[in-house]
C-alpha cells in the first residue's frame, strides 16, 4: 500500500498496482511555482514513428520550454543487412539488394555498386556508349522523382500541402518512363555489371523527350507556390544553418553542402559513365539555410532535363548498337524483351535461351546459377546521388561471391548535421532542418 499523499493526485488500489488520478493544482501557486527553478529541461522522442521525421528516424531532443538544448540521433529502425546479404549471393544478383538501399535512388545505388564492378573486373572502357547514355539518363530522371519526394514531403511537413499534391504528379511521370523502359516503378535492379538489363522499347527517346517538354512546364507551379513565399520564407530561412567549415569537418555532401557555396559536384570533379560530355551546370547557394537547399533542388530538375535531352540524342545516335559487353563470361543476356511480369519471363526471353544450342544454355545456366568469377582486390567507386557522394567499396577474393561489400552512404554521413542544425533552435524547426537534409532510413541502416 502506498503512503503517498498528495491533494492534487489522489490515489486508488487496482489489480494492476495503485493508480494516481492527477487534477492539476491552484492556478496562482502553480504561476509563482513557473521559473523558480534554474534550469527546467524536458527529455522528449520525437520517432521513430513520427511522420515529421522524414521516416522511421529518432531525435532524442532536450527542451528548455521551446527551445533545443540537445539532439541525438537514433537509428537502426529499418535495418535490413543487405551489405551483409550480398557476400552470398553472386555479383549479378548483388545489384536486385543494392537498389533496396536508398529506396528513392536506386538506380545510383545500382550504378556506384556495378562500376566497382567493373573496375575490379577491368572492363570499364568496354561499358558501351549507348549504355553509359541510359544509365545517365535514368539517373537523372531518378534525380528528379528523388527530389519531388524530398520538395513535397519537406513542404507537407512544414504545413504547406499543395506542394506535395504537385510534386507526386510529377513524380508518377517519372515513373511511368522508369517501367516503360525497365518493367519496374522501383528498385528495378536494372543496370547491371557491364551494361544494362535491357535496350530501351521502341518509341521510348520519343516519350522521354515529351515528358522533359512537359516537366518542364509542369515544375514551374511549385516554384510560384514556395519561392518568395513569405510564410514559407519565414519557415526556411536562416533554419538548420550549417556553414562551409561545419559541413566540410562533419564529412557533408549533396545540397546540404553546396547550399554553402562549394561546389562539390562528382559529376564534374570525378566524372563516371561519361558525364564530361554533357553540360550543365553545378548548382550552389551561400544561404547555408533551410531555404538555400530547397532551391538547390528546384533548381537542379532544369539541369537533370537538360542532361537528360542530351542523353536523349545519343541514345538516337547510338540506335542499334549494344548495351552489354561483349564478353559472353560476363554479360548477362540484354538482347531480350520484357515480360507481362517485369522483367526477363517473356515468352522470346525462353525461345531465346531454350531455342539455342545445348552449350549456350549450359553456359546460361552457368551464369545465372554460379556467377562469374571478378579478380581479388578491392576497389571504391563513387556516384553524386540526390543526397551526396554515394560509393561503394568492395572487396573480391577471386570467387564468384563478393567477399565484402561496404556502401559510404550520403543520408548516413548527412545526419551527423542533425546537432549542429538544431541545436539552440526552437523545436518546430527541427522538422525543416532534417527534411532539408532529407536522410533516407532504407541507405542509413543498410
Known amino acids: 500500500m502506498s503512503t503517498y499523499a498528495d491533494p492534487y493526485a489522489s490515489s486508488r488500489e487496482t489489480t494492476e498496482g495503485t493508480v494516481f488520478s492527477v487534477t492539476g493544482g491552484d492556478w496562482d501557486s502553480l504561476v509563482t511555482e513557473i521559473g523558480q527553478a ?17 521516416g522511421v528516424l529518432r531525435l532524442v531532443l532536450e527542451l528548455e520550454g521551446e527551445t533545443v538544448t540537445e539532439v541525438r540521433c537514433g537509428i537502426g529502425y529499418l535495418h535490413t543487412g543487405i551489405e551483409k546479404n550480398i557476400e552470398y549471393r553472386n555479383w549479378t544478383q548483388g545489384t536486385t539488394f543494392v537498389t533496396r538501399m536508398d529506396y528513392l535512388a ?3 545505388n545500382e550504378t556506384a555498386y556495378c562500376l566497382a564492378v567493373e573496375k575490379l573486373l577491368g572492363i570499364t572502357d568496354d561499358v558501351t556508349e549507348r549504355a553509359s547514355a541510359i544509365r545517365v539518363m535514368m539517373m537523372e530522371f531518378n534525380r528528379i522523382s528523388s527530389h519531388m519526394v524530398a520538395l513535397g514531403t519537406g513542404a507537407l511537413e512544414l504545413g ?33 555489371p557491364g551494361g544494362v538489363a535491357q535496350d530501351l522499347p521502341e518509341g521510348a527517346v520519343a516519350k522521354i523527350l515529351a515528358t522533359v517538354a512537359d516537366l518542364r512546364k509542369s515544375f514551374k507551379d511549385n516554384e510560384k507556390l514556395l519561392v518568395g513565399n513569405s510564410i514559407w520564407m519565414k519557415r526556411t530561412e536562416g533554419i538548420g544553418y550549417l556553414d562551409l567549415a561545419g559541413a566540410t569537418t562533419l564529412g557533408i555532401t549533396g545540397p546540404v553542402i553546396r547550399s554553402t557555396g562549394l561546389p562539390l559536384d562528382l559529376r564534374k570533379l570525378q566524372p563516371y559513365s561519361g558525364y564530361e560530355n554533357y553540360e550543365f551546370d553545378v548548382v550552389t547557394a551561400d544561404t547555408c539555410d533551410v531555404y538555400g537547399r530547397f532551391l538547390i533542388r528546384i533548381n537542379e530538375l532544369e539541369q537533370s532535363l537538360r ?6 540524342k545519343k541514345l538516337q545516335a547510338s540506335q542499334g548498337q549494344p548495351v552489354m559487353v561483349a564478353d559472353k563470361k560476363i554479360a548477362w543476356p540484354s538482347q531480350l524483351s520484357i515480360g507481362a511480369d517485369g522483367m526477363g519471363n517473356s515468352l522470346n526471353h525462353i525461345r531465346e535461351i531454350m531455342g539455342s544450342s545445348m552449350e549456350s544454355l549450359i553456359h546460361h545456366f552457368k551464369l545465372v546459377t554460379e556467377g562469374f568469377r571478378v ?26 561471391r563478393p567477399y565484402r561489400v561496404h556502401f559510404r552512404e550520403p543520408s548516413f554521413n548527412n545526419l551527423q548535421a542533425t546537432s549542429a542544425m538544431s541545436e539552440g533552435g526552437m523545436v518546430a524547426d527541427i522538422i525543416g532542418a532534417v527534411a532539408s537534409i532529407d536522410p533516407v532510413m532504407g541507405g542509413v541502416d543498410r
Open 307 to 312: 542532361i537528360i535531352e542530351q542523353a536523349a
Open 375 to 400: 579478380p581479388a582486390g578491392q576497389v571504391y567507386a563513387a556516384v553524386e546521388s540526390p543526397r551526396g557522394e554515394l560509393a561503394a567499396h568492395i572487396v573480391s577474393d577471386g570467387g564468384t
Open 160 to 192: 504547406a500541402l499543395s506542394p506535395m499534391i504537385f510534386c507526386f504528379r510529377e513524380r508518377e511521370k517519372v515513373l511511368d518512363i522508369f517501367e516503360l523502359v525497365s518493367g519496374l516503378r522501383m528498385n528495378m535492379a536494372y543496370v547491371r
Open 38 to 54: 534554474k534550469e527546467e529541461r524536458v527529455v522528449v522522442n520525437m520517432g521513430p514513428q513520427h511522420p515529421s521525421t522524414h
Open 106 to 108: 536506386p538506380l545510383f
